[in-house]
């Protein structure tokens, strides 16, 4: 019997620690809008910047292999 075959919620697991770190991340991100928005700084060139970031991270699936 392999630990695969075991009742190991590791994948239960790792999905709720990403919908916990999502939350943080939209957390911090509203935070961050404020104070751009407090400090009469541009929110969009933040977002944009934010978005630059994500879209540079690789998805290809066969870049892990």
Excluded: H
């Amino acid at each position: 019997m392999s630990l695969q075959d075991k009742d190991f919620p590791s994948r239960e697991l790792n999905r709720l620690a990403r919908e916990q770190m999502k939350t943080k991340l939209l957390a911090d991100i509203l935070f961050d809008m404020q104070v751009c928005k407090l400090e009469g700084w541009d929110i969009m060139e933040y977002l944009k910047e934010i978005k630059s970031m994500l879209d540079s991270i690789s998805i290809n699936p066969k870049a892990d292999e």
